[in-house]
């Protein structure tokens, strides 16, 4: 069997969440011997084709809706985790899910995957007032990935973080996909979404998705929209988070409550597809995030992004190629969009060839995915895995 483990998963929604049930959807298609291993969650029922085991948590304060995991004190989730067999476990958090994979590669000697998707030391740094414990988590974290077998990050960029971090050994990139790819009928969907959602063919709509977290820049994002007050937009947010309502209340100060509006998380992903479609530019400021797949996504759907220059999210951009770009300010942001509102038929030509360079489907990324690990198992075991070479 395959593990998949991370410290969240869906109904939480996030690109690391959204990743995992991707792959496990995908690996389910293909070896039917695939699960996800991961923190409970209150009043959550699992119905997914393949198992789903989850362990005792409790909230984390400041960051909601993600949950603190305890899998060791967890008796009943340990005596059933404990008899299954893994052929590979696979990482995508260095915390409690993390360190049961590790506990678990090591106890029944086979290989672990790690990838590393966070910028955690910003985390670290916004709760933790005190710096050397601060740089003593970072240095535990890299024990971790120096402790795996492989360290995948999702783009080439994200290695100078790791590398920051004090990283030192190898890299693997691997891709992130999105399951909005391959959407020929954009331009249909755009103009049922837009009447559906109440945008007026004359107004531009913005969005943005993801946590509503201080750390996205969504600060900045709001004083940006601002200084457009003479412009006809309709701005989406989605998500959920932390900053959410103090973000609300900057809105009104800023006298944008009749054009931004904030919809809170949205777990269905067709409603969600739709104002991906509806949207003209998908304005994506952060400077924290490492590989974010709402970009991806955002461009699956002919939709082109907004993000600030020489940031790790913009290594995929080339400006007015696939994507725009503006220094990290709120005039030069604002000023961009400006001149973007006035140039629609450069928005769609941009949007069109993001969804032709930077929208891979989670099936070809699987499949990736898929022989990666086989080859990995092989390499360490020196022979062949029943259920990976049967399913080939």
Excluded at 25 to 43: A, E, F, G, R
Excluded at 152 to 157: D, F, T, V
Aim: charge should be negative; include cysteine.
């Amino acid at each position: 069997m395959i593990g998949l483990f991370n410290d969240c998963f869906p109904p939480i929604m996030d690109g690391v969440s959204l990743t995992i049930q991707n792959y496990a959807y995908w690996l389910n298609k293909k070896t039917k011997d695939v699960c996800v291993v991961t923190p409970k969650l209150p009043n959550v029922k699992d119905n997914e084709e393949y198992p789903i085991y989850r362990y005792s948590s409790l909230p984390i304060p400041m960051r909601k809706p993600y949950r603190l995991g305890f899998p060791r004190i967890d008796w009943p989730f340990h005596e059933k985790i404990s008899s299954l067999s893994f052929e590979l476990v696979h990482a995508h958090c260095p915390f409690s899910s993390g360190s049961l994979a590790m506990r678990i590669a090591k106890a029944q000697n086979i290989p672990i995957v790690a990838t590393f998707h966070s910028k955690y030391k910003a985390d670290f740094e916004r709760a933790i007032p005190n710096k050397r414990i601060v740089d003593y988590l970072i240095k535990d974290i890299i024990r971790f990935y120096e402790s795996a077998d492989e360290v995948w990050i999702p783009q080439a960029s994200v290695e100078e973080t790791l590398r920051e971090y004090g990283y030192k050994g190898k890299v693997e990139v691997v891709d992130n996909g999105n399951d909005y790819s391959g959407n020929n009928s954009a331009y249909v969907l755009r103009e049922h979404a837009r009447e559906e959602l109440g945008v007026n063919s004359w107004e531009f709509m913005f969005l943005f998705v993801g946590q509503h977290i201080y750390e996205k820049n969504l600060v900045f994002l709001l004083e940006s929209l601002a200084q457009l007050r003479d412009i006809s937009f309709k701005m989406f947010f989605i998500g959920s988070g932390y900053a959410a309502e103090e973000l609300k209340q900057l809105a009104e100060k800023l006298n944008l409550s009749s054009k931004v509006f904030f919809l809170g998380t949205i777990i269905d992903r067709e409603i969600l597809r739709n104002y991906y479609a509806a949207a003209d530019l998908f304005l994506f400021p952060s400077l924290y995030d490492n590989a974010p797949l709402v970009v991806r996504e955002a461009a699956a759907l002919h939709t082109p992004s907004l993000l600030i220059k020489d940031s790790t999210s913009a290594e995929i951009i080339t400006d007015s190629v696939n994507g725009f770009l503006s220094y990290n300010t709120t005039a030069d942001y604002a000023q961009k969009i400006r001149e973007l509102v006035q140039s629609p038929l450069l928005m769609r030509m941009v949007g069109d060839k993001a969804s032709q360079t930077i929208a891979r489907s989670w099936e070809e990324v699987v499949d990736e995915v898929y022989d990666r690990y086989v080859s990995l198992i092989r390499r360490t075991s020196g022979i062949q895995n029943t259920f990976l070479w049967e399913a080939i």
